[in-house]
């Protein structure tokens, strides 16, 4: 950096944003295995079994049948809007050397953020000895976030894994 010229100096970060800079971001959405295409795909089909099941009571005189096949189909409908609907919600997790940022965003928009001091921030764990760790949590100050919560026990113990290693590595800077 040369000191006569002044500009050169925004160029190059001061100390304290490197040491502000995230070490570790992750965002955790919830697993959904079946797509728009999918889903369509299914709703064709049950609709589709639905007419030609239906097709005998209406030919035996028993109309009412085909009326509950119907709902059938629109309760099926209306679980995979719910269920794709509920898939929005997300959480942000970040670390840096000074603090480790939280935010939970529901399915209709609402946030919820923390920030932690990276040196009082631990991470506890349940684990059941069956199916592995259950539940993680981030605590600071007497203060316990459960984090993670749409992951899978296998996944959940490997975002754990990721997430101590950047504590660590903050703690270290």
């Known amino acids: 950096m040369d ?4 500009k050169s100096a925004a160029h190059s970060p001061r100390p304290e944003d490197r040491r502000d800079a995230p ?10 295995s079946l797509g ?3 889903f369509r795909l299914v709703m064709t089909l049950v609709c589709l079994a639905c007419v030609v099941s239906s097709l005998p009571f209406m030919v035996a005189g028993a109309w009412p049948v085909t009326f509950f096949f119907g709902l059938d189909v629109v309760a099926l409908y209306i679980a995979f809007r719910i269920n794709f609907r509920d898939a929005a919600g997300f ?3 970040a670390v840096s050397p000074l603090k480790v940022q939280l935010a939970k965003v529901t399915p209709r928009g609402e946030r919820a953020e923390w920030r932690f001091d990276t040196l009082f921030t631990k991470l506890e764990r349940q684990d ?3 199916y592995g760790l259950m539940r993680l949590d981030i605590v600071s100050r007497g203060q316990s976030v459960p984090i993670a919560q749409a992951l899978s026990p296998g996944e959940r113990e490997s975002f754990h894994e990721a997430l101590a290693e950047a504590l660590r590595s903050a703690k270290d800077r």
């Open 23 to 32: 070490i570790f971001a992750a965002v955790i959405t919830p697993h959904r």
């Open 3 to 6: 000191p006569r010229h002044p």
């Open 128 to 130: 059941d000895k069956d």
């Open 91 to 93: 959480e942000e997790v």
């Open 36 to 38: 728009q295409s999918g």
